[in-house]
């Protein structure tokens, strides 16, 4: 993830509304990422001036919204059970050994209250559900 560390205010800026603008919610109220990526149950982003670099759009969402360090060992699990959402709080980090317990579990989980003030502020810009 050292492409984001070396985004300007004004390129982070930029790439959120870009991130923003391929972002649907749902009846069940997942953010649900629009593009697709080589693998069809995720999506991916290509973030502006890093044409180069495709990220899984939800290990994106856990890195700018979430804001806590994975381990190295660490994947980004989807606690709702929906590998295209991108919403913060149905996102956690967790080790693959985890991550593949939970999937055989096959049932969503509760929701975290893992937001930021920066997952905030982007589900109002956006008119995404956001917590109150």
Same mark, same amino acid.
């Given at each position: =993830? $050292? @492409?984001? !560390?070396?985004? @300007? ?10 991130? $923003?603008? #391929? %972002?649907?919610?749902?009846?069940? $109220? ?21 044409? /180069?670099?495709?990220? #899984? ?7 700018? &919204? %979430?804001?806590?360090? !994975?381990?190295?060992?660490? *994947?980004?699990?989807?606690?709702? =059970?929906?590998?295209?959402? %991108?919403?913060?709080?149905? !996102?956690? $980090?967790? @080790?693959? @050994?985890? /991550? *593949? ?7 969503? =989980?509760?929701? !975290? ?8 502020? &982007?589900?109002?810009?956006? /008119? #995404?559900?956001?917590?109150?």
């Amino acid at each position: =993830m $050292g @492409t984001f !560390l070396r985004w @300007t205010p004004e390129l982070l800026r930029t790439n959120l509304s870009h991130f $923003g603008s #391929l %972002v649907i919610p749902n009846d069940a $109220g997942c953010w649900e990422f629009q593009r697709a990526s080589r693998n069809p149950a995720y999506g991916e982003f290509i973030p502006v001036g890093d044409k /180069n670099d495709a990220w #899984l759009a939800h290990r994106i969402s856990y890195f700018l &919204f %979430v804001q806590k360090p !994975l381990g190295k060992d660490h *994947q980004v699990d989807h606690r709702c =059970m929906n590998g295209r959402c %991108v919403r913060p709080d149905h !996102l956690q $980090g967790v @080790t693959e @050994t985890e /991550n *593949q317990r939970r999937r055989a579990r096959g049932k969503p =989980m509760k929701p !975290l209250k893992n937001w930021t003030r920066a997952g905030i502020e &982007f589900a109002h810009e956006f /008119n #995404l559900p956001a917590p109150y």
